[in-house]
């Protein structure tokens, strides 16, 4: 899949880059297969995995150009995506971040190359189930921009880091990817401080798609979520107002436990491995409730 992403990149981006990979001490055999298919490619074979925050932040130590462009090895760039991302960077420089469309393989919209903060009404319509109930809904998915199929370019609070442009100069004057976050919600962590910090106002285009597969990294269901609900309770303790911090969090805490009942409700099947999932998450709530208990960075 790595392979495959780097064959784009090199086919579909005709302005001067240069493509720096961080290996994070995988063990199929991928360090060695970019190293004799692209020689040309900056490879950094780490002896140990540090995460997407460090490894970002370890890859862009060591680029030269103006732009720093994060992409994630499960994706295609289409049609000259980056050469369009960057021209439209240069036209927007106010926004200081930004982001492209990216689809499923099969060609369908794969939202998540935006979202919103993370707010207490966010919070509230995941757990009460408006958000499921809703999810075309920008009001009740708000999170997601319910509805917005990305075919519009537009300001967002959040770009993904699976395909994320950014000036070299604001990324060092924001320190990086904050390592706390080993894997998710670095990026929105990153957002949340250039908006505050910068004057940010991160913006999408459709004139930059991409192919994201999504979640090829992690394929057992329940870890990821843990990864992504702890990173997420990280996110309210760092950005919550203190009054509504408390309120925030027990919200959080308990989603797992209403999807699991839901779950619970519906036939067998698919939903009922869903619930299975979620019972262990609720399980698991130790782990992943009180966000990141030691900070570094």
């Not at 708000?142 to 070299?168: H, K, N």
């Not at 992504?228 to 797992?256: C, D, G, Q, T």
């Not at 009942?261 to 409730?289: F, P, T």
Request: hydrophobic share 40%; aromatic share 10%; glycine share 8%.
């Amino acid at each position: 899949m790595t392979l495959e992403c780097l064959r784009s990149v090199t086919a579909e981006t005709t302005e001067a880059f240069e493509i720096i990979v961080v290996d994070n001490c995988s063990d199929d055999g991928s360090a060695e297969a970019i190293s004799e298919h692209f020689p040309d490619v900056k490879l950094l074979a780490e002896k140990q995995n540090h995460g997407f925050a460090k490894g970002n932040n370890i890859a862009a130590s060591k680029a030269r150009g103006d732009y720093l462009l994060l992409l994630n090895p499960d994706t295609i760039v289409l049609d000259a995506a980056i050469d369009n991302l960057v021209n439209y960077a240069d036209r927007h420089p106010e926004a200081r971040i930004w982001g492209g469309r990216t689809l499923f393989a099969d060609g369908s919209l794969n939202p998540t190359s935006c979202w919103r903060e993370i707010s207490l009404w966010t919070i509230f319509c995941r757990t009460s189930g408006l958000t499921g109930v809703f999810p075309e809904s920008d009001l009740f998915n708000p999170e997601a921009y319910g509805g917005w199929m990305r075919d519009t370019e537009r300001q967002v609070e959040i770009v993904s880091g699976c395909f994320f442009l950014i000036r070299r100069d604001d990324w060092n004057a924001l320190g990086g990817f904050d390592l706390t976050f080993f894997m998710y919600a670095e990026e929105a962590d990153l957002c949340m401080r250039a908006r505050r910090t910068l004057g940010a106002t991160p913006r999408i285009t459709p004139e930059a798609t991409i192919v994201h597969y999504g979640g090829a990294s992690e394929t057992v269901r329940a870890d990821r979520v843990v990864r992504v609900l702890r990173a997420k309770s990280e996110l309210m303790k760092r950005h919550f107002p203190y009054l509504k911090r408390n309120l925030a969090i027990w919200l959080h805490k308990v989603f797992p436990l209403t999807r699991y009942l839901v779950g619970r409700l519906q036939v067998r099947g698919i939903r009922g491995e869903a619930a299975d999932v979620w019972k262990e998450v609720w399980q698991r709530r130790g782990e992943w409730s009180n966000g990141f208990t030691e900070h570094s960075r």
